[in-house]
């Protein structure tokens, strides 16, 4: 059962708070922090507050309260646009592309707060095209924009023609995540991934590109394990993460050879130049034609009932929602724990789907599997995820400015309680390329899930929740 559904339904809702000062955070210049301090322009009275010294609240929040709505968001708009410039501008990142995308993403996410909108399921719009029409929807039509436009436009051309991602995080996410997660009660009990790099919404792609953010996030674990990593540099052409326009490309392709015929006819055979969502099936296609084994897991409790003559999915009872949990997190810890005693010591992430949106499951939190009731277990336990409905700097500058509980609970852990929904779909990695007789398999229709009651090398780890 293949099912895409997978529409990002995140907003460019909060972003992370101003960076902390001094040198450079990450792979953030320090430039588009600088810039990026002071009043938030999307902000309520409240966060303006937070985010502002005593003398900028005392001289801008009332009068500028008191600007008619037009005139504050002209306003705002040359404040963005004046630092946008600034920040490209800068000698830190002059000349260098990536750098320039990094410091605009920065601080966009940290100037613009709660902007809406909606993305329909194919705008007619790429990655590019809709990064400028949303960035022209906060610069304003002011002379200046124009400027702005056109330069950002042409460092997102220049970053396509190179096929690479902008956005280059690395695994120290991982040691912050441990430190969070240890600031509670007791100590925790982590099984982590063995590598992962956050990639997060932007501009262009908010609304509609999950499935390629996962895919970004698998790429950079994969071309780290040396079981894989010199088949995935040979077949990509390049030893880096791809950017989603590349990506669309690499789809394609994987169509042309035969992958996923159903789903190719689906999206009519093109995803390039367009916002169309991807989901299971597209992901399993792209990493089965770069000859990677994979395959995808159903967990299900659907039924189908009749509302009004109609064919609908009934709602789950609690004992069903309760063993679909428990299944879903035996088969993620023994893929934890198996793939990191069989000598290899690697394990990669976890691609997770359900209706509506995928994530990144980079781990467990078994601190309290000893729990005696149940359903208290559920609450208790459950997945690490990086979701993609975040931006990188949301996530990775509030984790490392402030490795706290409370962000922990907040961006990471999920208690397995929280999964409600009556289908998912996990996609996990062997660590085995696929032998010539194996990728031509892969081009039938039902290959990459394991037959009923077929073992698939994973064990019962049932006896953890009983």
């Not at 430190?179 to 262009?204: H, I, M, W």
């Not at 993460?241 to 190719?264: E, K, T």
């Not at 010539?436 to 039938?444: A, F, I």
């Amino acid at each position: 059962m293949h099912f895409r559904l997978c529409r990002d339904v995140s907003r460019l809702g909060p972003a992370c708070g101003a960076a902390p000062s001094g040198g450079t955070v990450g792979s953030v210049p320090h430039s588009a922090h600088e810039a990026a301090e002071g009043t938030v322009p999307h902000a309520g009275p409240e966060e303006r507050s937070a985010h502002a010294g005593p003398e900028e609240r005392s001289a801008h929040a009332g009068p500028e309260e008191r600007l008619p709505k037009r005139m504050r968001t002209d306003s705002r708009s040359a404040k963005l646009i004046g630092d946008i410039l600034a920040v490209t501008r800068s000698g830190e990142v002059a000349g260098d592309v990536m750098a320039q995308l990094r410091s605009v993403a920065a601080l966009i996410s940290v100037r613009t707060r709660n902007v809406e909108y909606e993305c329909s399921i194919d705008d007619g719009k790429g990655y590019v095209d809709s990064y400028i029409m949303r960035l022209q929807g906060l610069v304003g039509e002011q002379p200046e924009a124009f400027a702005v436009l056109d330069q950002v436009r042409a460092l997102l051309k220049a970053m396509d023609d190179g096929q690479e991602e902008y956005q280059r995080p690395n695994n120290e996410l991982l040691d912050v995540i441990k430190t969070a997660a240890a600031n509670g009660k007791q100590e925790p009990q982590l099984l982590v991934c063995s590598y992962v790099g956050f990639y997060g919404r932007d501009l262009g792609d908010a609304g509609w590109g999950c499935g390629y953010r996962n895919a970004q996030m698998l790429l950079a674990s994969l071309l780290q394990w040396p079981s894989t990593a010199t088949t995935l540099k040979t077949e990509l052409k390049y030893p880096f993460v791809p950017n989603i326009s590349a990506m669309q490309l690499l789809l394609q392709d994987a169509w042309s050879s035969g992958f996923s015929r159903f789903a190719a006819a689906e999206l009519d055979g093109i995803v390039s130049d367009s916002s169309k969502w991807i989901g299971t099936a597209e992901i399993q296609a792209l990493f089965s034609s770069l000859k990677l084994e994979c395959h995808i897991r159903d967990f299900t409790h659907a039924r189908i009932a009749l509302d009004a003559g109609k064919q609908v999915i009934a709602r789950a009872t609690k004992v069903e929602c309760l063993r679909l949990q428990q299944e879903m997190f035996t088969f993620a810890y023994d893929y934890f724990t198996r793939l990191g005693t069989t000598g290899d010591l690697f394990v990669p992430p976890l691609y997770l789907q359900y209706e509506g949106h995928s994530r990144t499951i980079i781990g467990l939190d078994i601190t309290d599997v000893g729990v005696e009731d149940p359903q208290k277990r559920m609450e208790k336990v459950g997945f690490l995820l990086f979701d993609p409905a975040n931006t990188q700097w949301d996530v990775e500058l509030k984790g490392k400015e402030k490795p706290t509980r409370k962000y922990y609970k907040e961006k990471v852990f999920h208690a397995m309680a929280s999964f409600q929904e009556p289908m998912y779909q996990i996609l996990y990695f062997t660590g085995k390329v696929l032998t010539d007789r194996e990728y031509r398999d892969m081009l039938q229709a039902g290959c990459g899930f394991p037959r009923a009651g077929a073992n698939d090398g994973f064990e019962d780890y049932s006896h953890l929740l009983s």
